[in-house]
């Protein structure tokens, strides 16, 4: 879908370029036939191989993808704890295809508190390399997690690398494929390890009921598993403080389950909706602050080519 449509802005872009090089490619045939002057020929020639250039270069979009999502979730939780209440959660992603089934993939996201201002807001950027192999799709990245609202005396950001894996079991499964995947991710600044799997799947309802994709429940189900080496002096929310004194380390591990599912409108090609419900589950103890269960809304739209 992304590829037809910028295809077909492609070649809208360049309709100009193909008439003012047919015209060139008629004045050059008219030149060539005259003997009365050379130098008009030279130029179109020139200015039609500039023209095929051009035109060549114009299918290189296609390979770049991208898409807004502007998000509302009641609850800000991150892996089985909460961060935040009401909060606005945009998303910019982006991707390049280099071919051969490998992309770049960057993203910024962010998480700005509406209930309770006083929460700290997130700024997340991400950086990473995606590689595709038939049902297997490996994703190795980088992201950057910024607090700007934390004070001078503690953490305000932390460095993680990221490693999923994620497998396609469509051609298995067809229309009732379960998207099983795994991911690594390790907290630099917290010396904080998280594995997680989940499963996901997403039933065309719409399709079922009249044949038309333009209605979908998209479910996921996951657990996790985080271990801090670095948790902070509070011991509490996880802040890191720093006292002029050699750093207090306290380490603590838990697991958190989930399950989240959303009703997808598809309104155009190019823009969707959707409504859904979360559910999330942990032992953190102290950590969680007595939120060991939660369940929230949220909504989104998104617009992408």
């Known amino acids: 879908m992304n590829k037809k449509i910028t295809a077909i802005l492609a070649v809208i872009a360049t309709m100009p370029i193909l008439s003012l090089a047919a015209d060139n490619a008629q004045n050059t045939s008219a030149n060539a036939a005259s003997t009365q002057c050379n130098a008009p020929a030279a130029t179109t020639l020139a200015d039609t191989k500039a023209a095929t250039n051009l035109i060549q270069a114009v299918p290189a979009l296609e390979n770049f ?21 009401q909060s606005f959660q945009p998303d910019l992603n982006m991707a390049y295809d280099l071919g051969n089934g490998f992309s770049i993939v960057g993203d910024i996201w962010s998480n700005a508190p509406i209930k309770n201002k006083d929460s700290d807001n997130e700024i997340d950027l991400y950086a990473g390399l995606a590689y595709s192999y038939e049902m297997i799709t490996v994703n190795a990245g980088y992201v950057y997690y910024w607090y700007p609202r934390h004070g001078e005396d503690s953490l305000n950001h932390s460095n993680e690398a990221q490693f999923t894996v994620e497998v396609d079991t469509s051609d298995w499964l067809g229309q009732f494929n379960i ?15 998280t594995i997680e799997a989940a499963l996901s799947y997403s039933a065309p309802i719409s399709k079922w009921l009249i044949g038309d994709e333009y209605l979908s429940l998209e479910t996921s189900v996951y657990y996790g598993y985080c271990f801090y080496g670095n948790l902070g002096a509070d011991g509490g929310n996880g802040a890191y403080y720093d006292t002029g004194e050699p750093i207090y380390k306290q380490t603590a591990g838990y697991g958190y389950f989930g399950v989240s599912s959303d009703l997808v409108l598809q309104v155009t090609d190019f823009c969707s909706v959707s409504v859904g419900i979360r559910y999330t589950h942990t032992n953190a103890g102290e950590l969680a602050e007595g939120k060991e269960d939660q369940v929230w809304m949220g909504s989104a739209v998104s617009f992408g080519f």
């Open 65 to 85: 993808s991208m898409n807004l999502t502007l998000g509302f979730e009641t609850e800000y939780v991150f892996r089985g704890i909460q961060c935040a209440a």
């Open 179 to 193: 998207t099983p995947s795994v991911g690594y991710f390790y907290d630099f600044d917290y010396d904080c390890n």
